[in-house]
Structures are given as C-alpha cells and as structure tokens.
C-alpha cells in the first residue's frame, strides 16, 4: 500500500507502463498487425510534416482539418535531428507524458490524480504515442494547474495556454467555462484572445492556407464511432440502405436520414452549450476545484454531442480528470471511474474490433454501444454532479455551501456539506 503513495513506485508504474507505449506505437510484437489500421504517424503526420517544413500548410489534403497551431506539434520532431520522423515523434510524446507525470507527482504524489494519468493513459495502447493530442492534453492541463495555483501570475499562463491550446485543437476554449466572473477572469480571457490572435496571425502571414480547414470541418458527417451513429449501426441489420465510406479522414456513415442526423447533433451541442450558460449564470464558481471540473463537463458535453467521436479523445479526457482528482474537493471522482471504464471499451473498439465495426459485427457493435452509453452516463453524471456542487446558498433549502477543506497537499481546497454535502 505505501508503494501507491510513493513517488518513487509510482514512477516506476510509469516507465512499465510506457514499454507498452513504446511497443504499440512502433508496433512491435503483438502489435504488429495495427500498422494498417492506425497509420497516423508512419503515413499521414509524415506527409503532413513534409508540406509543413517547405512553408504551407496541407490544404489539398482533405484529412487536414485542424488549427494553425496543429503545426507546432507536428514541427516538434525536427528537434530530434538524429532519429527520423516516426521515432523522433515518439520521443517528443514521451518526454511530454513525462513532464505531465512529474507535475501532477509534485502536485499531490500517491494521489489517484497521478494514478489515473499514468494507468489511464496505456489503456489507448495505440493511440497516446501516435496523436498531437497529448501535447495539446498537457497544455490544457497546464492552464487548470496554473490556475489553481492562485499565483499573480496564474490568470495570465492560464489565458496563455488555453489561447495556445485552441490553436492546436479548438476544444481548450472550453477551460473558460468555470471561470469566476471578475478581473482575474477578464485578464485570463483578454489573455487567451490576444495569444490565440497572436498564433493565428503569426501563422496567417507566414504560412498560405492557415484557415482553410474551416470549410474541411463543415463538410464533415457522423462518424461511425461518433454517439449519433449508433442508431445506424443497427439500422443496418434492418435493411438500411446506406454505408460507410472514408471522408475527411475518418469512416463516416453516408445515405438516408444522415444529413438530419447531422442537424441534430449540431442542436444538441448548441443546447449543451445554453446548458452550460444557465449553469454559469447560477453557480458558486468560489472554490479551486470547480474551475477543472466545469472544464470536464464542458468538454464531455462536447464530446458526446459531436458528430465526430475519435478516439483519441479519451486522452483529453482522461488529462481532464486528473487535474480534477488533484483536488479533495472535486465532484468528479465517480465520473473519472466511468471514464476509465469507457477507456478500456475504446480500445477494445479502435484498433482490436474496428475492422469488425465497419463490417457490421454484433460484437463489435455492442462493444461501441456500451462504450458510448459509459460516455453519455458519464456526462449526465459530470453536469448533475457539478451543478449540486456548485449551488449558491440561496438557491433554495436544498442549496449547499461551499467552505474549505484540506487539499492534496494539506492546502486550502473547498467541499461541499449540509443538504447534499455526499455530491462532492
């Protein structure tokens, strides 16, 4: 038991659990029949960073469809002049998991904050060697444990990350959603404007085609690993008379009723979003750890509502909820279970049944119903969660308080007690 709260064992459980990394993303062993399935950094991130270096960016590439920034990341292997390109991007991500590992174990060491990075991570076998998602993971992590620091400084790295961030992958912007109206508030904003801003026009100027992927992502369907695909899934089995097919860069569902689908996904996402408002408006958003976990909901909120599900996105995720398990007095503690849970689901999904997926298998099928129903029951529970937390006190007779309690580290961090003190 003492190994699980020391630092040492538990960067021991690291390095184990990275020779499983090493092995998936270069394929060895067992692994070594994924290649065809998960080709991202042997083909599609090489042909990008070949257009890259030369000064543009990608746009006749349909599989292009991220932010200027998404650059940055994929440029990052040239500073591993002696490996070529695959080996070097592996390395890059290696040292980024580790500086990831080392902030939260000098965060809180033997907390489950550290345990859910270092065991969650491993379970995407595949995925977390092989994407830019978790640089742009680290960096959203980064802005939450600036931000909590309460530091003079922290509003301004906060806005800094989270406006570098949403120019690798847009999604950072949700960070603001637990923000506590006020100055601090405004300077973080003004912050992550002005660096996204910055970013944006540094690479407008430099580099031709920095904003075409806009168009890319309007075209974009319900992908077939995607919450809104699984009714198609099924309607297969019952005569429906359309198919997948490869699109933008992902296997996406074409045919009847996919169009509307699509409109009502977006409608969900855009009352998702008024959800979040309504919460924002009402909320006691006083304590350290509502900022990460209102940063959770928002983006599971997201996640569950896109018409695209990849599963790279349980790495934001699991980055998400240990931020949120630093703190004693985070709602999301069932939530980062059910996300480990739906994690282990994904996998069995992408890469081990995929081939069975996209031939309709009834294994194969269940196994991605399962996983997002976990999300969509993580989700519901992430919102119910945050919402009872965060309750101002003069909301009703049901309404909790917020008041301080021990962190981590013995620090100052705030739970929730009378009425409904167990939604903490």
Not at 8 to 29: C, D, F, H, N
Request: glycine residues 8%.
């Amino acid at each position: 038991m003492r190994w699980c709260l020391d630092a040492r064992g538990q960067w021991t459980a690291w390095a184990v659990t990275r020779l499983l990394l090493v092995g998936a993303s270069l394929r060895l062993g067992p692994f070594s029949g994924l290649g065809d399935l998960d080709p991202s950094v042997s083909e599609v991130y090489t042909g990008w960073y070949a257009v890259l270096r030369t000064g543009v960016f990608p746009v006749a590439d349909v599989t292009w469809q991220y932010p200027p920034g998404a650059a940055l990341p994929l440029l990052a292997p040239s500073l591993v002049p002696v490996l070529d390109y695959g080996h070097a991007f592996i390395v890059c991500c290696a040292l980024c998991d580790a500086v990831v590992t080392a902030v939260l174990l000098r965060k809180g060491p033997g907390t489950a904050a550290a345990w859910m990075w270092i065991g969650g991570l491993p379970l995407l076998i595949t995925l977390p060697w092989s994407r830019f998602d978790v640089f742009v993971t680290a960096t959203a992590m980064g802005a939450l444990i600036a931000a909590g620091t309460r530091r003079r400084w922290a509003d301004l790295v906060f806005g800094v990350l989270v406006g570098l961030g949403a120019m690798i992958k847009a999604w950072p912007l949700l960070l603001l959603s637990g923000l506590r109206a006020g100055p601090r508030a405004r300077t973080a904003i003004l912050t992550a404007a002005a660096t996204a801003a910055a970013v944006a026009l540094g690479f407008a100027v430099a580099m031709p085609g920095a904003f075409d992927f806009l168009a890319a992502q309007r075209e974009r369907g319900i992908e077939v690993e995607a919450t809104a695909a699984l009714p198609f899934h099924i309607a297969r089995h019952f005569g429906w008379s359309g198919q997948w097919m490869p699109r933008d860069g992902s296997m996406e569902f074409v045919g009847p009723w996919i169009r509307e689908t699509v409109w009502v996904s977006e409608a969900c996402t855009v009352l998702a979003f008024c959800w979040l408002l309504w919460w924002w408006r009402r909320a006691d958003r006083r304590a350290p750890w509502v900022l990460p976990d209102a940063a959770l909901t928002a983006v599971l909120l997201f996640v569950v509502t896109s018409r695209v599900l990849s599963p790279q996105y349980l790495i934001w995720l699991i980055g998400l909820a240990s931020v949120c398990l630093l703190h004693r007095g985070t709602s999301q503690r069932p939530v980062a279970a059910l996300l480990v849970a739906a994690t282990v689901l994904t996998t069995l999904d992408f890469p081990l049944l995929f081939r069975d997926l996209l031939d309709g298998s009834v294994l194969a099928v269940a196994v991605l119903t399962a996983r997002n129903l976990l999300l969509v029951a993580a989700t519901v529970l992430s919102a119910t969660r945050l919402l009872r937390a965060t309750r101002r006190a003069d909301t009703g007779p049901g309404a909790v308080h917020l008041v301080p309690d021990g962190g981590a580290r013995g620090g100052k961090d705030a739970r929730t007690v009378g009425a409904g003190s167990r939604a903490a």
